[in-house]
């Protein structure tokens, strides 16, 4: 079965740094972007950026550049997203998803959830 | 940017009615639109995509339609498992996908 595993939840202070991971199984990143979506509280859906693993070509939702870092290693077939400073704001669910250029989405990850304190 | 606006925000029905929950983007996409079910406590699943198509063992009672900037999921008879959040989202504009604010269904 295809699927995208995510790293464990995590509780975190302000001002700390966070990476999180994504790593897919069998043919889940050959030929395939891997994004990641972020869910607040009691809120919505938000794309954040993508990455195509196979180069590391990465796009990001102007919303989100410049505060997460999007990265991706091929040969371990995982992606990150790390943060340098984390604030109480950043507290939500974290999904990273796989889709092909021009296609949705097809597969979700379980997701993270990441706790800020201040 | 895309901005993707679902309407109502809850939309209260009883089990084996019908449901229609609409999604409307401030441009065109075209027809690459695609709804999914979020569940509590659960990741979003692929329900309908290219505005009409069913993803792999979704019911047939999950329906949708349009094109352009005008779309519409009709669910034609409610189990109590469809009561979740639904999501539209335009895979038009690359790399920029949007979701809409999601429409909550429950159970009236």
């Known amino acids: 079965e295809v699927q995208l595993v995510q790293s464990g939840a995590e509780v975190k202070k302000s001002g700390e740094s966070l990476k999180i991971s994504c790593k897919g199984s069998?043919?889940?990143?050959?030929?395939?972007?891997i994004g990641w979506v972020r869910q607040m509280p009691g809120k919505g859906l938000e794309w954040m950026g993508i990455?195509?693993?196979?180069?590391?070509?990465?796009r990001y939702s102007p919303s989100f550049e410049g505060r997460v870092t999007i990265s991706a290693d091929k040969a371990s077939r995982t992606a990150y997203l790390q943060w340098r400073s984390l604030k109480a704001s950043d507290t939500a669910i974290y999904y990273c998803?796989?889709?092909?250029?021009?296609?949705?989405?097809?597969?979700w990850g379980p997701g993270t959830r990441v706790t800020i304190s201040s | 940017e895309i901005v993707m606006t679902q309407s109502p925000a809850t939309l209260s029905v009883s089990p084996g009615e019908r449901a229609t929950l609409s999604c409307r983007a401030s441009?065109?996409?075209?027809?690459?639109l695609a709804w999914y079910q979020q569940k509590p406590g659960q990741a979003p699943r692929l329900l309908i995509y290219?505005?009409?198509t069913r993803a792999t063992g979704i019911p047939a009672r999950f329906s949708g339609s349009g094109s352009g900037t005008e779309f519409t999921l009709t669910i034609s008879s409610l189990q109590s498992e469809d009561f979740a959040v639904y999501y539209c989202?335009?895979?038009?504009?690359?790399?920029?996908?949007?979701f809409g604010q999601g429409t909550k269904l429950e159970i009236k």
């Open positions: 998803v796989r889709h092909v250029r021009g296609s949705p989405v097809d597969i």
């Open positions: 069998g043919d889940s990143f050959t030929g395939y972007w």
């Open positions: 990455i195509y693993p196979g180069d590391s070509d990465t």
């Open positions: 441009q065109s996409v075209s027809s690459n």
């Open positions: 290219d505005a009409s």
């Open positions: 989202q335009q895979f038009h504009h690359w790399p920029l996908y949007t």
